[in-house]
């Protein structure tokens, strides 16, 4: 937490503005301002920043991209509107193709008025949800010591975004083992994972409704295949991820055994896995100079 307060990540994205607020927001970030000397990086990747940047109104076209972007984000993660436009829709409200302001799409956390908006009231707008972003890290860790609290159901389609997000939270430190276009977790889509959702048993892991776990899996030839265990950082080594992969077994019934595979390098998966029954039982080469190692463990 410590870090995140002293380098907090960004990414812009400039909805439909007459780039008077982008030139703004980049002024920021030139020697000027230069808010990087405050630890603020600028990134292009959504898997990697903490506040998002909308700059100009919502409109059909930027939707998906606003969506998708903040999907992408891991939680926790806060938005600012900069600018009259992504906080009202500004002068061009009235126009047919422009739904209003940034919070007709996804949650606003910091309005950042002006006409176009000042780099300083800017920096100041990222200030304010760095201090939001903080609060709810803080309350993420406080539910975490809940687990008494937790609810596991089976998830549905509503959830795929919410599990999306979790998912790119979850496999970052596998994407820095293996690089991320290696890892599922973090290249799949929310379309793909829309129709995973229809072909799989998903279990969700839910604390005052804020998705916290998911386990998912297959059953094929009496075997039930773990195709993955997730849990929020902030709740591991509470027993969530035990307490899924219970509930994903169950939700698999008449299979003779269950296997799992995960990659070679995770050692600390290996060690969780065998800690719940499960042995190695092969290797093999997945992608080159990638091996993925495969555990079982017979129903009893």
């Not at 780039?19 to 927001?25: A, K």
């Not at 926790?76 to 509107?81: E, I, N, R, S, Y």
């Not at 739904?99 to 920096?123: H, K, L, M, N, Q």
């Not at 030839?221 to 027993?239: E, K, L, N």
Request: glycine residues 8%; aromatic residues 8%.
């Amino acid at each position: 937490m410590f870090g995140l307060k002293q380098s907090p990540w960004v990414i812009h994205y400039d909805a439909s503005s007459c780039n008077g607020c982008d030139i703004e927001t980049l002024a920021c970030l030139t020697p000027g301002f230069d808010v990087e000397r405050l630890g603020v990086l600028n990134t292009g990747d959504p898997k990697h920043a903490d506040i998002f940047l909308v700059t100009g109104a919502a409109n059909e076209q930027s939707h998906a991209v606003i969506r998708n972007i903040y999907d992408q984000m891991p939680e926790p993660k806060v938005v600012v509107a900069i600018g009259a436009c992504a906080c009202t829709g500004g002068i061009f409200r009235e126009c047919y193709n422009i739904s209003g302001g940034v919070d007709t799409v996804i949650p606003v956390d910091v309005f950042v008025p002006g006409c176009a908006a000042r780099p300083e009231a800017i920096i100041d707008g990222v200030v304010q949800a760095l201090a939001a972003l903080m609060d709810r890290r803080k309350a993420m860790k406080a539910l975490g010591k809940n687990v008494d609290q937790v609810l596991y159901s089976r998830a549905e389609s509503a959830d795929a975004a919410r599990i999306l997000s979790l998912q790119k939270t979850a496999h970052q430190q596998e994407g820095t083992i293996y690089g991320e276009e290696h890892v599922p977790g973090l290249v799949q889509t929310l379309p793909a994972l829309e129709v995973e959702l229809t072909q799989r048993v998903f279990i969700k892991a839910t604390v005052n409704g804020r998705l916290v776990g998911v386990a998912r899996g297959y059953a094929q030839d009496r075997t039930g295949f773990i195709s993955d265990v997730i849990v929020h950082p902030y709740f591991h080594r509470c027993g969530v991820g035990r307490r899924l992969l219970e509930e994903l077994e169950k939700a698999l019934p008449d299979m003779n055994r269950f296997e799992a595979s995960i990659g070679d390098k995770c050692v600390e998966s290996a060690a969780w896995l065998q800690r719940q029954g499960y042995e190695l039982y092969k290797t093999d080469s997945w992608r080159p100079a990638i091996a993925r190692v495969y555990f079982q463990k017979e129903r009893k």
